[in-house]
């Protein structure tokens, strides 16, 4: 197991009608910002719910964070701030709600000029407002991380940026939220935590990581056990409340202590998005099979593993397993109606070439042997045309 140091400040409050708790973590007297997304919560009660635990509190709003959230939205959000001396902020939605909002902490402290010099690493976060969230979607863990991914609309970049002063204080998960998620957005996030974990745990690592390998199996077995549950009966409590928790140990950088980490499918995944706009989630339906294809050999024990532990999968030969297990993977996406090839989402040759330019260019070496080029990219995805 590798060396590492763990912490991890956020304090969750877990539970059905847990929202009104709120009022009791966010300090009395606060100037509140409430940034939210197209208008969701507006529709399933939540910003009702808002409302009434942040009666008392001077508040202000902020709507129309867009799923894959712009620089360009969150510099508004920031300017808002200053102008009103907002001193907390409340973030109220998913993954591009919770992200831009932790750009935006930063961004009304930053005082380098752009704050996107943050995303072109040419300049560090000093200080941050404080903010908590209030999950309605499972998917990303940004409830419990302190990573977010953020787009300049203007050159198509999606990039991530991480730093413990964008932890949040605090984050409700009350699984009664994600009754109302588009069955959609229930399967993209059922497929992103499941990559979540697969950039954790399906990679060529020589470290014995017997408890993080059986935390991934867990976070993975629960998502295959309760995911086609949550489509058929989304109003299941306990199917919500499952998923909704699995989504968080995903990505809250407990199983990704002590081990090596791939993340190669995000980043190709990521510049899915960028061009063409495809969500998150099925970027990656579309990208996983394609990478554990292609860097079979170097992944050979986790796959095998992951297809015993995980699929039940018992194969006399290596070759059969692993091929057997990446079927798996692929039906499971399919399963959930994520398609998982390029041409199911209009996108063909045109796609490929720029994709793998654009990480050329970038001179990036991907994956957790820093062997993922554009090249190999490009290979990673002819697969899954
Ligand atoms: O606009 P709103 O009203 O929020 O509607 C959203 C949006 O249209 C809707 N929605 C959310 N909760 C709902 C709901 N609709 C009905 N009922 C509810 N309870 O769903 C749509 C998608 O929401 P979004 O927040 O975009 O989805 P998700 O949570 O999957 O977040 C995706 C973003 O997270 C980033 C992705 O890159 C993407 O930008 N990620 C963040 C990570 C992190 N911080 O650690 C890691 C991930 O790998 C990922 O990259
Ligand atoms: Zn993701």
Same mark, same amino acid.
């Given at each position: 197991?590798?060396?590492?140091? @763990? ?39 939540? *910003? ?61 402290? *930053? ?19 404080? @903010? ?13 991380? $302190? #990573? ?12 991530? *940026? ?20 588009? $069955? ?9 935590? *499941? ?21 991934? %199996? ?34 809250? #950088? ?6 090596? %980490? ?69 039906? @499971?996406?399919? $399963? ?13 040759? %045109?796609?490929?070439?720029?994709? $793998? ?29």
């Amino acid at each position: 197991m590798k060396n590492f140091s @763990f912490a991890n400040p956020v304090k969750i409050i877990f539970g059905k009608d847990t929202i009104k708790e709120i009022a009791n973590e966010i300090p009395k007297g606060s100037k509140v910002l409430v940034t939210y997304g197209g208008g969701s919560i507006k529709k399933n009660g939540v *910003f009702d719910q808002v409302s009434k635990a942040l009666s008392g509190y001077e508040r202000y709003e902020f709507a129309g964070i867009e799923p894959n959230p712009h620089y360009e939205t969150c510099m508004k959000a920031a300017r808002l701030i200053k102008e009103k001396g907002v001193d907390f902020v409340l973030a109220v939605g998913g993954g591009s709600v919770i992200d831009a909002t932790k750009f935006i902490v930063m961004a009304a402290c *930053f005082e380098d000029g752009d704050p996107w010099q943050v995303m072109e690493r040419k300049a560090t976060i000093k200080k941050a407002l404080p @903010f908590g969230s209030i999950l309605t979607l499972a998917a990303t863990g940004s409830e419990m991380n $302190s #990573g977010a991914v953020i787009t300049k609309a203007a050159t198509q970049e999606k990039i991530a *940026f991480n730093s413990p002063l964008v932890f949040p204080q605090f984050s409700v998960l009350d699984p009664t939220t994600t009754y109302t998620l588009p $069955s959609k957005q229930t399967s993209n996030g059922i497929v992103d935590t *499941f990559v979540h974990v697969a950039e954790q745990y399906l990679t060529h690592s020589k470290e014995d990581t017997l408890l993080q390998d059986y935390m991934a %199996e867990a976070v993975l077995k629960t998502l295959i056990i309760e995911g086609p549950k949550a489509l058929k009966d989304p109003h299941s409590y306990d199917v919500r409340a499952n998923l909704m928790w699995a989504s968080t140990w995903g990505l809250n #950088g407990w199983i990704a202590k002590g081990v090596d %980490e791939d993340w190669a499918t995000h980043m190709i995944g990521h510049e899915i998005t960028a061009f063409y706009g495809v969500d998150h989630g099925q970027t990656l339906a579309i990208v996983l099979p394609g990478v554990m294809e292609i860097l079979r050999e170097q992944k050979a024990k986790k796959i095998i593993r992951m297809g015993k532990e995980v699929f039940g999968i018992n194969e006399s030969s290596d070759e059969a397993a692993i091929n057997k297990t990446i079927k798996a993977v692929e039906d @499971f996406f399919e $399963s959930l109606d994520i398609k998982t090839h390029l041409s199911e989402y209009g996108l063909g040759e %045109e796609a490929v070439e720029k994709i $793998s330019k654009r990480l050329n260019d970038r001179g990036w070496k991907l994956g957790e042997c820093q062997n993922i080029t554009g090249d190999v990219a490009k290979k990673i995805l002819e697969t899954r045309r």
